[in-house]
C-alpha cells in the first residue's frame, strides 16, 4: 500500500468539505484510481465537478501531483507513489 496527501481548494474544497486528507492506495495506482476512490468516498456532486465522463478530467480541473500538472506528464494514467502529494482545484482562467 502507498499513502498518498490529497489537497482540495477553492470549489473542490467546498465539496469535500475537508482541505487535506491521506488516502491508501495498492501500490501502482495511478491518478485514476485515486479520482475512483475520492467519488466513492464523497458525492455525486464531486464525481460531476471532477469528471465529464466516468475516465475523463472536466476541462475546468486541474490535478497537480508534486508540483507538476498531471497533465505534462502522463494524465489520469501518472502513476502514484508512497508520500505523493496532490492537489486538486478548478482552473483559473481570466484576462
Partial sequence: MIRVDVH????VRVLTNEDRITISLPEKSIVLDLLQT?????????????FSDEDHLNEYVVIIKNGRGVGILDG????????????????????
Avoid at 475520492?38 to 471532477?50: E, K, M, W
Avoid at 489520469?76 to 484576462?95: E, K
Fill in 8 to 11: 482540495f481548494f477553492a470549489n
Fill in 38 to 50: 475520492l467519488v466513492r468516498r464523497y458525492s455525486d456532486s464531486f464525481r460531476d465537478f471532477v
Fill in 76 to 95: 489520469l494514467d501518472t502513476l502514484l507513489y508512497d508520500g505523493d502529494l496532490i492537489a486538486i482545484m478548478p482552473a483559473v482562467g481570466g484576462g
